[in-house]
């Protein structure tokens, strides 16, 4: 297989259904870049990292913060909830997170991103109780109001960061916004009505306080892109997360893979550069959607094992992750979906000292095999999965690793394994949660 491209951007995806730690890897990677962009999502994201032993959770505010100087841009395709930026500001700046900088020197927000408010947080919790009622069910949001901040961006009703400093354009958007809402929360919901003019007030207030935060994110990459500055752009949650792409309807409502990248920061796709792939060793799902190599049925006690030692629990919301062992067959479609060039295996500590070690490498439907990940859901939800069973790794000093060639042979032929089926390089691996306890084998950015 051949070595990855090197390049002087780097986009960063999960190539599963998110929780893979694309935090760690991009506060690692971060090091070398300049600008690091968060493109999708919003606050249903939680990119745990851990620096010094010291740890940091963050939900908006790209991973790349706690180098010093870097600039955290938050780009056009992000639904931005001005509170939590605010907590993440004020939590980041007390533990000295700047390094002297003002946060608004290094954090930037773009005036296009579309704004999370309080009415979209209670739509996505009122749709999911209503949909649990229903014979779909729910779907596990976060219930950060993504979906419903989404939904009023692509009906091109939504409110973006520029109208909170523009009194009258907000009052009218507002108006109409209220308006609308009060009927479905008063007919559909039989819930309270929002009244315009505290929110009005409070968004006039918050609009104020992120004026200096406000910027044409898209304006200031391009002048990076020409000026040769190396980028890194964030993905949040997973491949099989996305929109278009996902297990839909069980998906977020944004664009999670690479291309979403170029359409969320508005550049051409020339700028995405190299792109690695976050996988964990094994899979985990928070929320409802099919999971075919999940095992809480089949493997209880190890699904509780590797939940316990993975620390498999929500750093949004603290729910249980569903646990299931490595799925090649989505593994290669991300590959495929993203342009994967590196893969960065995460969590390879926590399958240490297993008697065995499966990972699926095909789907059995209706007394047939399926090698592809199958587009339809219904199928998805019945498929039986097929494993290759590998013998687990000794316990080994990261410290100790230079080259492939250092790590226990039984990893070594997993790596091999994986690469082999899904057709990208692992190109980085992390035996924990610190910065040390990560091997680049092949770093992608260019220098
Ligand atoms: P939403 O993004 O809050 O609308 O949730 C939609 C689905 O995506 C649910 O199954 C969530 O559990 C899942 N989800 C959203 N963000 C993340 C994440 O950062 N990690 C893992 N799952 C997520």
């Given at each position: 297989m051949k070595s990855q491209t090197k390049s002087r951007n780097v986009t960063i995806v999960g190539a599963q259904w998110g929780d893979e730690g694309k935090g760690k890897i991009v506060d690692l990677l971060g090091e070398k870049a300049e600008y690091i962009v968060r493109f999708q999502g919003g606050n249903n994201a939680g990119h745990t990292l851990v620096v010094n032993g010291k740890k940091t959770v963050l939900h908006?505010?790209?991973?790349?913060?706690?180098?010093?100087g870097k600039i955290c841009l938050i780009a056009n395709g992000v639904v931005f909830d001005p509170n939590v930026f605010f907590q993440e500001i004020d939590s980041l700046n007390a533990s000295g997170a700047f390094h002297g900088y003002a946060p608004h020197e290094i954090v930037r927000v773009s005036e296009r991103a579309h704004v999370i408010l309080p009415y979209h947080r209670t739509l996505d919790q009122l749709r999911e109780d209503h949909a649990s009622k229903g014979s779909q069910g729910k779907i596990g949001t976060t219930g950060r109001g993504i979906g419903p901040a989404y939904e009023d961006k692509v009906a091109r009703r939504g409110i973006q960061v520029v109208d909170l400093l523009r009194p009258e354009v907000l009052r009218q958007k507002l108006e109409k916004a209220i308006e609308e809402k009060n009927i479905l929360l008063k007919h559909l919901f039989h819930s309270k009505e929002l009244e315009f003019a505290p929110l009005y007030e409070e968004c006039l207030k918050v609009g104020e306080r992120l004026r200096p935060f406000v910027a044409d994110v898209r304006g200031i990459l391009q002048g990076a892109l020409t000026q040769g500055r190396p980028i890194l752009f964030e993905g949040a949650q997973g491949t099989l997360l996305d929109v278009d792409h996902g297990t839909y309807p069980f998906v977020t409502s944004s664009s999670t893979v690479s291309g979403g990248a170029m359409t969320g920061s508005g550049m051409g796709p020339q700028a995405m550069g190299s792109v690695i792939g976050i996988t964990k060793a094994y899979c985990t799902r928070v929320g409802s959607g099919p999971f075919p190599s999940e095992i809480e049925e089949t493997e209880p006690e190890t699904a509780n094992h590797i939940r316990k030692i993975g620390q498999e629990f929500g750093a949004t919301t603290g729910r249980s992750r569903r646990v299931g062992w490595l799925d090649l067959v989505a593994l290669r479609y991300a590959v495929q979906l993203n342009g994967i060039t590196g893969l960065a295996l995460t969590k390879a500590d926590i399958l240490t000292g297993f008697e065995c070690i499966k990972v699926c490498t095909a789907y059995r439907f209706g007394g047939n095999t399926l090698q592809d990940f199958p587009s339809s859901i219904e199928v998805l939800s019945q498929v039986e999965p097929h494993y290759e069973v590998f013998p687990s790794w000794p316990e080994f000093d990261t410290?100790?690793?230079?080259?492939?060639?250092?790590?226990p042979e039984e990893l070594q032929k997993y790596l091999d394994f994986i690469e082999e089926f899904v057709g990208a390089r692992v190109s980085i691996l992390s035996t924990g949660p610190g910065r040390e306890e990560t091997m680049v084998f092949e770093n992608p950015f260019v220098g």
């Open positions: 908006l505010i790209p991973s790349g913060i706690l180098h010093p410290s100790k690793v230079q080259t492939r060639k250092d790590l």
